[in-house]
T-cell receptor, first 113, second 111 residues
Framework: KAGVTQTPRYLIKTRGQQVTLSCSPISGHRSVSWYQQTPGQGLQFLFEYFSETQRNKGNFPGRFSGRQFSNSRSEMNVSTLELGDSALYLC????????????FGDGTRLSIL | EDQVTQSPEALRLQEGESSSLNCSYTVSGLRGLFWYRQDPGKGPEFLFTLYSAGEEKEKERLKATLTKKESFLHITAPKPEDSATYLCAVQATGNTGKLIFGQGTTLQVKP
């Protein structure tokens, strides 16, 4: 069974630009969650999508947004990039998002110059 | 506020030297507690889910236990390939899709 796939693996951007990251969940998983991982803050929850609807949201500014498509694939967008947005962005999927384990992709490493 | 604290931050063991990692949590209502392993440059890999106090799960050299306030990950006779960062996370009742993670314990096992 294929795992969670994230593209691209690496991205380099400059301040002020915007970026879109993609996530393909495990087949049959309808919940997709996004996390930001940094050495200082660890793993922090961004938002969760289920059936094309955002069900839950973390404490991040509105520059961070996402969407989910009818095939459960999800994208995350960050606008007006700041130096502090440099991080590993992880996507995770689960069947319903309620109490089951989340399975993670290997992430997109975003570097802001 | 829901919170997860892991200790120690780092642990160095000799091959075969058993030890335990601690995960203390405060959560309004526990939906599930999860253990993950993360290798450098990779995403977290799922290990165990625990749902209620007294529950135990075991896999090879790893055993996870749960009480009302903390969880332990026991590592028996570790091998160098067990070296990784171990992450503990909780999901609160009603908080769909959201895991709250601890800062992790980085384990190094020397041959």
């Amino acid at each position: 069974k294929a795992g969670v796939t994230q593209t691209p693996r690496y991205l380099i951007k400059t301040r002020g630009q915007q970026v879109t990251l993609s996530c393909s969940p495990i087949s049959g998983h309808r919940s997709v969650s996004w996390y930001q991982q940094t050495p200082g803050q660890g793993l922090q929850f961004l938002f969760e999508y289920f059936s094309e609807t955002q069900r839950n949201k973390g404490n991040f500014p509105g520059r961070f947004s996402g969407r989910q498509f009818s095939n459960s694939r999800s994208e995350m967008n960050v606008s007006t990039l700041e130096l502090g947005d440099s991080a590993l962005y992880l996507c995770a999927s689960s069947v319903t998002g309620e109490g089951q384990p989340q399975h993670f992709g290997d992430g997109t490493r975003l570097s802001i110059l | 506020e829901d919170q997860v604290t892991q200790s120690p931050e780092a642990l160095r063991l000799q091959e075969g030297e058993s030890s335990s990692l601690n995960c203390s949590y405060t959560v309004s209502g526990l939906r599930g507690l999860f253990w993950y392993r993360q290798d450098p440059g990779k995403g977290p890999e799922f290990l165990f889910t625990l749902y209620s106090a007294g529950e135990e799960k075991e896999k090879e050299r790893l055993k996870a236990t749960l009480t009302k306030k903390e969880s332990f990950l026991h590592i028996t006779a570790p091998k160098p390939e067990d070296s990784a960062t171990y992450l503990c996370a909780v999901q609160a009742t009603g908080n769909t899709g959201k895991l709250i993670f601890g800062q992790g314990t980085t384990l190094q096992v020397k041959p």
